[in-house]
């Protein structure tokens, strides 16, 4: 009996059947995962938003599959082919790679050599040699000759014979099947720098000779050798044996093959003819056929976790602590153009905008202090945000200068990414939205608004440009932009969105709210004045009910008619609400916030048909805190004084810095100066580390050690663990333990393994060269060094 789709998914998940089909009711019926998740918990038996992500993934993924195996027996069926075993094995077909398998014999192709073979009428010979080894080749060959069907000879007609066994061979889905899983589980990926290439490809140079198994290779590798490739430095191979385990005779592969049909050498007339078929037939169809697929597996494995890491980095940006309503200064660094200077206000209006031009060639520091301390001192400004580009350490010097100058204005000071902030100031919406400011201007105001609530500014920017991935260039866009578009509706709706003050991007983001109804959600509030209640929002046109039921409980309404519209209570709740007010004999605004009270009410007095005990835990829980923030409380880093350029650092030096971007190798950490220093994952732990994101996440403040500073390549290694020592020369995870390097599969030159001690270094410094000029050629999210 075939399992359904919704079975399947259970299953894989370890979830009851029964939750996995209300899910996909729910979803099928327009439901996002973010209400699904939060107000609909009954019906799913408490399924949370990422098994719900993995639940809609899975669903998408198998979906496609049936619609493929549809159009197979279609196809197969319309051939005249489709028999009662051939039709069980395409319905047993798990995978859309097994189906393909069983479906190559009959796809419709181009005439082949087979094909012309068995026109020519030399299938029964191939039949009657792979049947019946006893017979002479030759002599069985040469009752086929027909000048007529263009069989010239004996050995036509045997050459012939061969081609179709080899599209036979080729074609035996459970052989191909069972082939690939050896080849990926026993086979190595190979690299070699194309001649000449040696000077132009250098930022490749540590896949010049290369080798490493396929199942120990980890994203960024696999994805940097690809991109080597494309710029043709590097040519890849995939290698089926291991290191020095090639037989001299046939391969494990042609005898898998043999073995499949009965072939082996026992001197028989026919018997060598059919082995060298074999040896044919892996090396020109079968192991080029598998090349392909393991190639196209090594690409989307590390594609997945590559997508992983960069959706994994934007949620971590996206919920990074707001500094709040308080006015701010955004500095947007720059030498000959001059610093420019934003100041919003509480709610993020701007207030004021200036350029100061502090540094070289003008060197007006003492002027330009001045205007700060103006625009500080007329507008309240508490905070200081300053870009992490070009000048920034010049212009935080200057910040701090400031700072000092002027101890009265108790200015606090932060280093805010920029990453997109350019993107940003040349958009559509950044015109719409800042009209009277010049481009250069936006990117300052966009700095000021993202230290008071990143994710409201970060939502206005593709996510793609924000700059915490790796290799994004080369991901595939439609599964990058699902995977990043998911991680902002479920940041965007777990935090909750002010109606009355957000923008058309951000209110996009809400579940049940696309572009068009968040641009009419903007205009009705400019027409009509703030919102006073959820319930207005049915006003807005085309705003329709299951709009309604989708957005109203993410949307905020502070100081509106009900207190419930600030919370994350949804309007179909509030009878509940109102029940325990009248049980406690009070109403409903003395309740929001009487911790004594609610903790005193049970809810299972308050269960019915319509509200389960989940959905009123979650209402009390609310009420205490309506609308609380999830995200963690602000907090900068404070950079060592004298620490302004790399040439400043030394090794064993503690220092304090932010993480800025995490990557499947390590993590880069800003402490101060013009360029990220890499935290290789050797170095962030004394246990074996298997994630970086395990022991940090970006916008996180950490104490590190610099253990090295190579200046003329800009690169600098620091480490996690603040005891290890600093070798002269020596590199972050220098005293990896041997159990870490091996199960992180460090790089093999020329697949000969090292002694395990040097493996931790090499591979750090292997890491962190191709980090470093990626970084530097764009191709790895982040600061490209400033």
């Known amino acids: 009996m075939t399992t359904s789709i919704e079975g399947r998914i259970a299953e894989e998940l370890g979830v009851r059947e029964r939750q ?29 938003d990422a098994q719900l992500r993995a639940l809609e993934e899975r669903l998408r993924y198998l979906r496609e599959l049936e619609e493929r195996r549809t159009a197979v027996l279609d196809s197969v069926r319309s051939q005249g082919k489709l028999d009662e075993a051939l039709e069980a094995r395409i319905l047993a077909a798990d995978s859309k790679a097994r189906l393909e398998d069983i479906y190559l014999p ?72 069972e082939l690939r899983e050896r080849m990926w589980t026993r086979g190595r990926l190979v690299a ?34 690809l991109r080597g490739e494309k710029e043709e430095t590097l040519d890849l191979t995939l290698e089926p044996e291991p290191a020095g385990e090639t037989p001299a005779g046939p391969s494990s592969y042609e005898q898998a093959i043999a073995r499949r049909f009965g072939i082996a050498d026992r001197g028989r007339p026919a018997d060598k003819w059919l082995g060298d078929t074999v040896r044919w037939a892996w090396r020109t169809r079968v192991l080029v056929h598998l090349g392909i697929d393991l190639r196209l597996r090594l690409r989307q494995a590390a594609e997945d976790e590559a997508v992983r890491v960069f959706a994994a980095n934007l949620r971590d940006l996206l919920l990074a602590a707001p500094a709040g309503t308080r006015a701010t200064m955004g500095l947007d660094p720059g030498f000959r153009t001059g610093v420019k200077v934003a100041v919003v206000d509480a709610t993020g209006k701007v207030a004021a905008t200036e350029t100061v031009y502090p540094h070289v060639p003008q060197n007006k520091w003492d002027a330009s202090l001045a205007t700060l301390a103006r625009l500080a001192r007329e507008h309240g400004v508490e905070l200081i945000a300053v870009g ?65 609530d990143p994710l409201a500014e970060l939502v206005k920017i593709d996510p793609k440009s924000i700059g915490v991935g790796q290799y994004q260039h080369d991901l595939s866009e439609v599964k990058l932009s699902r995977s990043l578009d998911a991680v902002v509706e479920d940041c965007v709706n777990g935090v909750g969105v002010d109606v009355n003050t957000a923008s058309a991007p951000l209110l996009s983001r809400v579940s049940g709210i696309g572009a068009g109804l968040a641009e009419n959600i903007v205009a009705h509030r400019d027409a009509n004045g703030p919102f006073r209640s959820r319930r207005a929002l049915k006003d807005v046109a085309r705003l329709g009910p299951k709009a309604y039921e989708q957005c109203a409980g993410f949307l905020r309404i502070r100081g509106g008619d009900d207190p419930l519209d600030a919370s994350s209570v949804h309007p179909e709740a509030y009878p509940v609400v109102r029940a325990m007010a009248k049980r406690t004999g009070g109403d409903v605004a003395s309740l929001v916030g009487d911790t004594a009270t609610l903790r005193s009410i049970r809810a299972d007095d308050f269960v019915s048909d319509s509200f389960g005990l989940p959905t009123v835990t979650d209402i009390l829980r609310e009420l205490e805190k309506p609308g609380r923030d999830p995200r963690p409380a602000f907090k900068t ?150």
Request: proline share 5%.
């Open 20 to 48: 996995v089909r209300a899910a996909v009711d729910l979803l099928d019926g327009g439901s996002t995962v973010p209400f699904i998740a939060r107000y609909r918990k009954e019906a799913t038996e408490m399924l949370d």
């Open 106 to 177: 009959f796809k419709p192709k181009r005439r082949t050599k087979a094909q012309i073979a068995r026109e020519a009428g030399l299938e029964p010979l191939a039949d009657g040699l792979l049947g019946d080894p006893d017979t002479e080749p030759l002599a069985a060959a040469a009752g086929f000759v027909s000048a007529e069907k263009g069989v010239a000879d004996a050995a036509a007609a045997l050459e012939g014979a061969r081609a179709i066994l080899t599209e036979r061979f080729g074609e035996d889905a459970d052989l191909i099947g």
């Open 192 to 225: 070699k720098v194309r001649a000449g290439k040696e000077e132009a490809g250098a930022k490749f140079a540590d896949y010049f000779d290369f080798a490493e198994p396929f199942t120990e290779l980890p994203s960024h590798r696999v994805l940097a050798m």
């Open 388 to 452: 992490n580009g070009t000048a920034s350490r010049e212009t935080d010097k200057l910040a701090g200068d400031l700072i000092s100058r002027h101890p009265e204005l108790k200015l606090t000071k932060v280093m805010v990414s920029e990453a997109g902030a350019s993107v940003y100031s040349a958009s559509a919406f950044a015109s719409q939205e800042l009209p009277d400011l010049d481009v250069s201007l936006r990117g300052a105001v966009s700095i000021a608004r993202r230290l008071q």
């Open 637 to 786: 880093a404070v950079f060592k004084e004298g620490v302004e350029k790399i040439g400043d650092l030394a090794p064993g030096m503690l220092l304090e810095g932010v993480v800025t971007n995490v990557a499947a190798f390590g993590a880069f950490v800003d402490v101060g100066v013009h360029q990220d220093g890499l935290v290789h994952v050797s170095a962030m732990s004394k246990t074996f580390v298997k994630d970086p994101r395990d022991v940090v996440k970006p916008g996180d403040i950490v104490r590190v050690k610099v253990m090295d500073v190579d200046i003329p390549r800009k690169r600098i290694s620091l480490t996690l663990r603040l005891d290890d020592e600093s070798p002269a020369g020596g590199r972050a995870g220098a005293t990896a333990a041997p159990r870490e390097r091996a199960e992180r599969g460090a790089p093999r030159r020329g697949g000969t393994p090292r002694p395990r001690r040097a493996e931790g270094r090499e591979a750090a410094a292997a890491d962190g060269a191709m980090a470093d000029a990626l970084r530097r050629a764009g191709l790895l999210g982040g600061p490209k060094g400033r």
